[in-house]
């Protein structure tokens, strides 16, 4: 018997911000929301418990300070990676350094609030 990831917290400081960048992202939707003003996303139909995670952004009061010691990396379905970095800096994701060389296959960026992710090159068959 193993663990299956179920969801990722995001503690941030704009939770309906970053709920919409990441449903934009994902093709998630709205799942509920809590008293704390938290708020979970995930793929439509599916919800908590599906193939993919859900995400719930979480009210949190400190700032993030120095290195994310966890990253998100996501992949195209269904355009080429170059269509896909466009469709995400049109959403809000902008270009982060890291200290990457340049010549890496994948893109760096940050969502609104700051937090860094990749998009790699692969595309998936989508779900």
């Known amino acids: 018997m193993a663990c299956r990831i179920s969801e990722l917290v995001i ?3 704009d939770p309906e911000r970053l709920a ?3 449903s934009g992202v994902l093709g998630y939707v709205e799942l509920g929301r809590e008293d704390d003003g ?3 996303i ?3 139909g599916t919800g908590f418990g599906g193939p993919q995670p859900t995400l719930v952004l979480s009210p949190g009061g400190e700032p993030r300070t ?4 966890l990253h998100i990396d996501v992949n195209a379905t269904d355009r080429d990676q170059e269509a896909e ?3 995400l800096l049109a959403l809000g994701a902008r270009p982060a350094d890291v ?3 340049g010549e ?4 760096v960026l940050a969502d609104p609030e700051g937090n860094e992710f990749c998009l790699l090159r692969r595309r998936l068959p989508p779900l």
Request: proline residues 8%; aromatic residues 12%.
């Open 42 to 44: 995930g793929p439509p």
């Open 66 to 69: 120095g290195k994310l010691r």
């Open 11 to 13: 503690d941030c400081a």
């Open 20 to 22: 919409a960048f990441w």
């Open 104 to 107: 890496e296959s994948w893109h």
């Open 85 to 87: 970095l466009e469709r």
């Open 99 to 101: 200290g990457q060389s």
């Open 38 to 40: 938290s708020i979970e």
